[in-house]
């Protein structure tokens, strides 16, 4: 019997090409800007990478990558944070959205920070609130239909003006104080009431056409002095 015996070589795979890759962890230690300082033995400077919205802070935990072409691009190469681990401040963030749009939250609450808002819904818009503040340099509103309750309602203003085709109001009780009034009607004035007293502490002065005065029973005038005719 004969037999004869190969040797085996070990069969060596190409090496890939040198790329320099790094994925590591690494904390804040201040904030300039868009740029943020790494406490990190290779990675002292980053940039937040757009997909990471949550804005870093100082003491926060932040995943961070580094990569470059080659090894010698590998200082020229800039260094991305990927995401926020851990926060340094757990009840309070920034969430930053491209166009200058940012949500930040507090324990206190949401404050939406913008150039402007717009909200869209083709169904239902319902706000509930304990308490609702509105400021404004200048305000417009254009509704259909109006309907509003108050249970009590205080405004001030230094000029109002009002313009309605018609005017209906209901008031159980109207108090007015005025320092002047003026009042100009094209048609009819009519004012029906139970009872009607007009006070005046200097000259009371009534100019018509044709002045007619009904009672049902008594008429009185006093004066020290009265000029008929």
Request: net charge negative.
């Amino acid at each position: 019997m004969s037999a004869t015996v190969h040797s085996l070589h070990p069969q060596t795979r190409p090496e890939p090409a040198a790329t320099a890759f790094a994925l590591s962890t690494a904390t804040v230690t201040a904030v300039s800007d868009d740029r943020y300082t790494l406490h990190h033995p290779e990675i002292p400077e980053a940039r937040r990478a757009a997909s990471c919205l949550l804005a870093p802070e100082t003491g926060d935990t932040v995943l961070v990558t580094h990569a470059g072409l080659d090894e010698a691009a590998w200082a020229d190469s800039p260094a991305y944070i990927l995401a926020v681990l851990e926060r340094a401040q757990p009840d309070s963030g920034a969430l930053q959205l491209p166009g200058g749009t940012t949500l930040s939250t507090t324990p206190e609450g949401l404050s939406l920070h913008s150039p402007s808002v717009t909200v869209n819904t083709p169904g239902t818009l319902q706000m509930n609130s304990s308490e609702l503040e509105f400021n404004a340099a200048s305000g417009r509103m254009t509704v259909k239909h109006w309907s509003g309750w108050f249970e009590t309602a205080e405004t001030h203003a230094v000029n109002v003006k009002l313009t309605a085709k018609t005017l209906s109001s209901q008031v159980g009780r109207l108090f007015q104080r005025l320092v002047e009034s003026f009042r100009r009607t094209e048609g009819l004035d009519e004012t029906r009431a139970g009872r009607v007293r007009v006070s005046a502490e200097d000259h009371h002065h009534v100019d018509a056409g044709h002045i007619t005065h009904t009672a049902r029973g008594f008429v009185k005038i006093d004066g020290s002095k009265i000029d008929l005719g």
